[in-house]
């Protein structure tokens, strides 16, 4: 436990560290100001920007984009997972494509799902499931491989209805690997969305730090990625510490 | 009996292959048959259909435009996959051996892994300039952390056994390395290759689809906006095939490296 928080001690300083560096950089002009400005800039332009109620509607339009796309990809991952596993003939044939889908850049996809559904939040919500679906399916899978037989045939033997065996037995059992692939959903959805809304959009986020980029509007785009950044890493942390606390109580209990 | 056993096992393996191929071959009809009918129900405005793709492709192939792109992104892409394979290893190798450090380093990675890294393109683009150095730059964004948590966990893995045994043999560092660290690695080494392999082409192909004069990403964008559909569609049809063959060829070689390791 000592040893754990002095490896969170140094790991505060080298990246408090980090940032003091490039705020001197920045400021003794070592670094051009017009390549990076200085940290302490990036938070007063976060701060304005996200104060001043301009980006209200592209914070709405953006997490509301990744919220659907995650909840469709867990429903729809879930489902999937489930039947895949019901029919083991068809995990079967789907299991080449499952082993291979993350080596394929599905953000290449993106153009033609744009061409498909037009320049709206269709496409960007299909861009988030595309990729973030396939890893809850894998991790639906591996835990509902990992139930062992004999907690299924001790629910037989108690006669519990299936819906009670799923309940009780089925998903305690399956939750730690389903929950890490909630996890990357998230973290695939966010990915997705906000990189199709930078490439090829006309709301946003993504796309108002592509725009305060193309219009040459530094400040601006550096106070917008770090807020991007942050929520992404706040929104990460929070599942990160759940997931521990659910597997701390897993093992106590 | 034994002959017989033998014969057996063989003819199993020999059905569970067929199998395997009727398995694949449904797949591939399947992929086919769902292309077919967004390209049909959409009249060709978005995707084009299979055949049409395919012979569209031939012709690409000979035209020395295809050529000028697919040399573009392959140059880029060979530099990072090159400079994040070598610098994942050499990090992970430290990080792994240095336990402390390791420690320190590793949620950090951990953290960068899950971030959207797009949104840091531009940063990317200010520092590097417009052209080869920034694509390289980024897919070494994206490639390097999974081979260095790779390399990482591996050599964190390692049963203490095997360097005690080299410390027995006295084996001089260099030989650990070779002769044990590396070959009891190699099987988690090659899935970060792996892994590492299809991020840094994401992160090279999104680096032309932003802002870049060449390469298959620009193609596609290109092709999408001069509403080209047969071009960016066997485009993206080039891209996947690439991917797929890549990924399952690393790996077969990490099941034969895990094998040759047990």
Redesign the interface.
Known sequence: MT??R??LL??IA??AGLVLLLEICCRTGIIDP???IPPSDMVASMIEHVSSGDLDESITQTFSTIAIAFVLAIGLGTLGGALLHRWSRLR??????L??Y????T???Y??????LGLSKAPLVVLGVLSATPAVMISMLSGLDGVSPVLLKLARVQRLSPARTLWWIVLPEALPRLFSGFKLAL?YA??GV??GE???SGTGL?YS??FA?QSFD?RG?YG??LF??LV??IA??ILYVWEGRLARRRSAG | MSDLSLENSLSKRASRGRIRAFDTAVLTLLILALWQAIGSWTQGVAISPPFQTLAYLFDLFRTPMFWDNAWATLYAFVMAYVLSSLIGLGLGLIFGVHRFTGEVAEPILAGFYTIPKVTLYPVVLLIFGLGLSAKVAFGVMHGLVPMTLFTLGAVRSLSPVLIRTAKVLRLSPVRTMLWVLLPACLPDVVNGLRISFSLTMLGVLIGEMFSSQRGLGFLLVNGMAQHNVPLSTAVVLTIVVVAIAANTLMLRLGRQTAHRAN
């Not at chain 1, 079967?92 to 494509?97: A, E, G, S, T, Y």
């Not at chain 1, 993350?102 to 850049?105: I, L, M, N, T």
């Not at chain 1, 153009?111 to 498909?116: D, R, S, T």
């Open positions: 040893r754990r002095a490896a140094v790991r080298v990246l017009l390549t990076v079967d044939i789907v299991d080449p494509l082993a291979s993350y080596s394929v850049p953000f290449i996809f153009p033609l799902l744009v061409a498909l973290s966010l990915i906000i990189a930078f490439i090829l993504g730090i592509s980029y530094n785009m917008l990625m991007v950044l992404a890493v990460n942390g």
